[in-house]
């Protein structure tokens, strides 16, 4: 029998995630809080639900892709949530990036009630969630993970399961640890180019190659020297992942160097009011310090 999913969270990713599904074949029911957002899925052949309750009253697998920890606390726990609405037997999947403690704790109370989670963040930004190549990191039973394993193989090429409840989202941090340290390179790199007079450009084709290529400096390398500064990823949302991994590693006692600095960074940014860009402005904190603008 065919799983029906419902997919609650319908932003820059999670509207092109949900239609994936639906193009695989999997009946699909969705809420949005602002429910305008759901209109090209309905259109599609998604049915629209008034509420968290209703999409899991309607669904084996719920899969939610919102904002920051609190936002799935409410949808899946709180007074209209996924819990109140879900039969046992169940299952809830967060696809956010939230606090791997908070996952835990949401874990424990769907469980109580028969309702299995899995924690499944992503990467690969709004190119992957429209291509259906996102890299999906998951945390929670292996058997569980086997049977959404078709409903993931929708959204993303690359699956993995990294352990229990927690360890998707842990993952993702050391991902988003990994991201920014990336950005920032590009950025230093480019502007250094910029400087010392060279074709903006061409030096980017020549590097995007080699040792030195990376995911950030092919996708968003070339938006930069176009300044465009769209958001695929957000500024504001790039922060909220970093507080998370800070967090993390203050509970740890470990020391982040550079993932500090980023952070600081992308705070002249946000106080320039420029917190709803693409990470790829944060080569105008650089340009900020420099007085050089990279373009190409």
């Not at 949808?75 to 949530?81: A, K, N, Y």
């Not at 790199?189 to 910029?194: G, I, K, V």
């Not at 007079?197 to 084709?205: K, Q, Y």
């Amino acid at each position: 029998m065919t799983e029906r999913v419902g997919f609650i969270g319908l932003g820059i990713m999670g509207l092109p995630m949900a239609g994936n599904i639906l193009k695989a074949g999997f009946p699909v029911t969705v809420w949005n809080r602002t429910a305008s957002r759901a209109e090209p899925l309905a259109q599609a052949g998604a049915q629209v639900a008034a509420s968290p309750r209703e999409v899991a009253a309607q669904s084996d697998i719920i899969i939610t892709m919102v904002t920051a920890s609190e936002d799935v606390r409410q949808v899946t726990l709180g007074e209209d949530g996924v819990i109140h609405g879900a039969q046992r037997g169940a299952v809830v999947v967060d696809m956010s990036t939230i606090s791997p403690q908070v996952t835990r704790e949401i874990a424990e109370a769907l469980q109580a009630q028969g309702i299995a989670m899995l924690d499944a963040p992503v990467s690969g930004g709004d190119v992957g969630a429209r291509n259906a190549t996102l890299s999906i990191m998951v945390g929670g039973d292996a058997a569980v993970v086997e049977r959404v394993r078709p409903v993931f193989e929708a959204m993303g090429k690359k699956i993995t399961h990294i352990g229990p409840n927690g360890a998707g989202q842990t993952c993702k941090l050391v991902n988003q640890i990994l991201v920014v340290g990336n950005n920032m390179a590009m950025a230093e790199a480019l502007t250094f180019a910029t400087r010392a007079g060279v074709d903006v450009g061409r030096v980017l084709e020549a590097v995007s190659g080699g040792a030195a290529g990376s995911w950030q400096l092919s996708n968003l390398g070339p938006r930069i020297l176009k300044r465009d500064f769209a958001p695929g990823f957000s500024i504001r949302n790039q922060q909220k992942d970093l507080r998370l991994a800070m967090e993390a590693a203050d509970q740890m006692r470990l020391p982040l160097l550079g993932t500090s600095m980023i952070h600081s960074l992308f705070r002249v940014l946000e106080a320039d009011g420029r917190a709803d860009e693409g990470t790829q402005a944060l080569v105008k904190a650089l340009e900020k310090l420099t007085g050089v603008t990279v373009e190409g």
